[in-house]
């Protein structure tokens, strides 16, 4: 899907339910319900619009199928493992739904399978980032940023915490810079590193 504001054209316009109901003469409440074919008219894909009016809300009720994408995912994700590929693009359509727990209990467990595969189960996950910092993974100061997601995490997933929007994509800032630094530049590094020719050693003076 496009990633900014497009025009679209109406394809076709259903009807849905629509009735009413009076509670005495002088009171009548009524809803309605209305489905909009629309495409895109810069990437041509085509999403249902779903309209619900009711007399009783200020505002009418509008979802789409697909929903909006909330956040595209990287293009670098599909280098990942595929276990973590698939939880990351769970966490994306859960966003996509305007999920605000799912996401950090998913960044959570993202977190937890890297330091599972890195390195190995250690019991706590202060013992495994601990591990991972020790083994060179991350950094001193990475280390304290994936401490705060592991605990925003927890507090969804025990507490019911539901995240402000801002906190929700702070989260996934750092799970994805931490997955990319981890899995892919990491290895680039070590390959431009080892293509890289060494420095002349110096010629002594005379």
Same mark, same amino acid.
């Given at each position: 899907m496009c990633r900014g504001k497009t025009d679209h054209r109406l394809l076709k316009t259903a009807q849905g339910n629509t009735g009413s109901e009076s509670y005495d003469e002088n009171y009548t409440i009524w809803w309605e319900t209305s489905f909009d074919v629309l495409q895109c008219c810069g990437c041509r894909e085509v999403v249902l619009r779903r309209t619900y009016m009711f007399s009783e809300y200020e505002e009418a009720e509008? =979802?789409?199928? %697909? !929903? =909006?994408v909330s956040r595209h995912s %990287?293009?670098?994700? @599909?280098?990942? !493992?595929?276990e973590l590929k698939s939880v990351l693009d769970e966490i994306y359509r859960s966003l996509d739904a305007n999920n605000r727990r799912l996401p950090m209990m998913g960044a959570r467990t993202l977190v937890d399978m890297m330091i599972v595969e890195k390195v190995g189960d250690l019991g706590t996950f202060a013992m495994?980032?601990?591990a991972l910092e020790e083994s060179g993974?991350?950094?001193?100061k990475n280390r304290e940023?994936?401490?705060? +997601?592991?605990?925003?995490g927890s507090a969804a997933a025990h507490r019911g915490h539901a995240a402000k929007k801002e906190? +929700?994509?702070? /989260?996934?800032?750092?799970? &994805?810079?931490?997955?990319?630094?981890?899995?892919?530049? @990491?290895?680039?590094?070590?390959?431009?590193? &080892?293509? /890289? %020719? !060494?420095r002349p050693a110096r010629k002594p003076k005379a």
């Open positions: 509008v =979802r789409f199928f %697909p !929903p =909006r %990287p293009e670098w994700a @599909n280098e990942l !493992p595929w495994g980032l601990k993974f991350v950094s001193a940023v994936l401490e705060a +997601v592991l605990d925003a906190n +929700v994509n702070s /989260t996934m800032d750092i799970v &994805e810079n931490m997955l990319q630094a981890v899995y892919l530049l @990491n290895d680039a590094a070590q390959k431009l590193k &080892e293509c /890289t %020719p !060494p």
